[in-house]
């Protein structure tokens, strides 16, 4: 038996435990585990669920999402065991939040929706918190839902959950709450581009996090901000805000958050063009995510890696990052598959202690019968909880009306089972599903106002009906007397019910179940199917919604790959030359900025070649521009070929080229120089009018510098160009390195 003494003294603990819960995690890990063994001690549960419920919450805002599953779970065991309803809700949200971490936006919508359900009980049901009510909950998984829209690219839903989460959160009073709501409804404005609006947003919910200590979210604001000061292009303060967002102690704040901190203000110095210090904040992104198992936020930064190396040519770098990005790819996919068997294994869990609960009562002779009644109670229950359970688990439309059919059939005898959807634009129920004695076949549609129609009539009252004698009692339903005669299934009715499926005042539809027999359905079945039919409502409307949402999800992905594909043909259209077909002057500034610093940063030799093509104009005078073109192209086709692959080589304008050359000597690019130029003499393109060979020949300048801070790269450019100028004077078809003078 538990002492009250000693539940009074670890209910400090506990009370301690939630006052300081969003200062520190790994305070409130440490304390919730010397909670949990003390509740152990004595066998004092619901302190056990609570302990459970706030580690595995604080495991989720550090990151550990896997161990908070863990917690999560064992809290809704016991929470479920006791009926303590409000444990029961919270347990299920973060259990949401921990999918919705991991990427799985379905099952984390399945979870807040069955937090919902079980929250509309709570007024009439066992909790620990005196401040539980409905609507403090509903605040919760509006945000929640809000954040699986946000994360599917639909705003105006994420909108509108976000707005119904402030809406609560101000009637109750939950000031603190109340700034994650601004938060959200701050980042929305930004993403619709109102700039002033979310910035005065963002502001307030700063100051009320702020006030109450409550810092979890603000992060988050100081980041969209920070977004915010970038697009009105005032750097400063947006640097400022980057630096308030990474200046938040992880103790206090979702590690989730830095790491998308990190993300965009990489994000923001490659914009400005510091890539040396976006490559660094990447660094740090990867490793938090990496400490923390955040499997979607290292799969994001590896794609941001092997796409910021691809722009800066660092091939090698690029390549590595994009074997991580698929590697943890498919690690990620492992562990939303494993998550799923481990709540499989909860529940199995939860099943066996049910069942040990149900033995103690029976070995009792003097509740014996009673005992026998209510394992029959149960048992309908149990049935119904595991149909609800089934149907409710997946999206998939038809495979929920065949569960539906199959299951009734085990505890009532029916002939037939029918489910029609109401399409409300039409004002038309279809029957989307109808078996008659193991077939599937067609029925008519039914208008919603039609006088022959029972189905119509219950979805008009929504209202279940019931009819024990069809011949006798239909004509309370349907003003037709030739009804009986219209019927077109093939088996005679005799008895039957309906169900409407409704969904917060949201006609979906109809399900009814039939039989041959007169008086089919006793009171329990009716009392089953009435249940049933709730279940049915939900899975129903989830389907739909899914199917809707995956539409929606699938044109929207392949607009974005359109557009991307689009994006790359521009970019490779903006950097490469039409005619040869290697990067234009565009590409080779932006590629000699970058080599430029990167010499400079590691002290080491960057080297040019400048070259052209002797007596071009010549050529073009006495061929034409149409064979002039086809000898550059040529060129730039033989020196791409040649080249390896670490060196840049781009046409610089009209019949000029250039070479980059990272790391190596002015000896051993004009080592190469020569090859270059004997490769081109090797071409035997004919050149009648060069007064050097009757052949083309190319005449090459180089140049080789140490970058520092005396020296610009128009002057290194200079420097090639006056080489170049150097063994044109010598005669041409040759190579000169600069001298200083």
Known sequence: MVNMDDTTSIDKILWKLDKFKYENCINTIELGEKAYELCKKINYTTGMAVSLLRIGEALTNIGNYEKSLVFLFKSLSISQKESICDIQVLSLIYIGNNLLNFGDYEKSFNFYNNAEKIALKINVNKNYYSYSTYKFYLAKTSTNIGEIYKSLGDYENAFIFYNKAETFNKKLNYISTLGISLCNLGEMNYIKGHYEKALTLLNKSIELMNSFNYKLALPEAYRISALIYERKEDFKRANQYFCKALDVDLKETYIYYKATVLLDYSNYLKNRGNINSALDKLEIAFNISIKNNILVKTIEICKRFFKLYEEIGDIKNSYKYYKLYFQYQEKFEKTIHAQRLNSITAKIKLQELQREKLNIMEKSENFRKKSEKLM???????????????????????????????????????????????????????YNYYNEDNKIIGMADASIDSKSSIAAYCLRNKH??????????????????????????????????????????????????????????????????????????????????????????????????????????????????????????????????????????????????????????????????????????????????????????????????????????????????????????????????????????????????????????????????????????????????????
């Open 376 to 430: 029959e109670n149960l048992k309908n229950i149990s049935i119904i909880s595991e149909l609800g359970q089934r149907i409710t688990s997946t999206l998939n439309l038809d495979e929920i009306l065949d569960i539906l059919c199959n299951s009734v059939r085990t505890f009532v005898d029916i002939s037939t089972f029918g489910i029609a959807l109401y399409d409300e634009d039409n004002g038309l129920l279809k």
């Open 464 to 741: 279940f009906v019931v009819i024990n004698d069809i011949q006798n009692e239909y004509s309370k339903y349907v003003d037709d007397s030739n009804y009986l005669h219209n019927y077109t299934g093939r088996i005679i009715i005799n008895s039957a019910v309906y169900f409407a499926l409704i969904i917060d005042n949201n006609l979906l539809g109809v399900m009814t179940a039939q039989s041959t027999e007169i008086g089919a359905f006793k009171t329990i079945h009716i009392e089953m199917l009435k249940a049933l039919s709730a279940y049915a409502s939900i899975a129903v409307n989830n389907a739909i919604k899914s199917t809707s949402l995956k539409i929606e999800i699938d044109y929207r992905k392949k607009i974005q790959q359109e557009l991307e594909e689009l994006n790359n043909k521009l970019l490779y259209i903006s950097e490469n030359d039409s005619l040869t077909g290697i990067p234009n002057r565009r590409k080779f500034d932006s590629v000699m900025n970058i080599q430029w610093d990167l010499a400079k940063k590691n002290k080491h030799n960057l080297s040019l070649i400048l070259l052209d093509v002797d007596c071009f104009k010549q050529y073009n005078d006495n061929y034409g521009h149409v064979e002039g073109d086809n000898c550059l192209a040529a060129i730039g086709s033989a020196l791409s070929n040649y080249i390896d692959k670490k060196y840049i080589v781009a046409r610089y304008g009209g019949d000029e080229f250039v070479i980059i050359f990272p790391n190596i000597s002015l000896n051993n690019v004009l080592k190469l120089g020569e090859k270059f130029r004997t490769e081109i003499e090797n071409l035997h393109l004919k050149h009648e009018f060069s007064n050097i060979k009757n052949i083309v020949t190319i005449t090459l300048g180089a140049a080789s510098v140490i970058p520092n801070d005396n020296i610009t790269i128009n002057e290194f450019i200079r420097q090639a160009d006056t080489a170049l100028y150097a063994a044109k004077e010598r005669g041409r078809n040759q190579i000169a390195g600069y001298v200083p003078k």
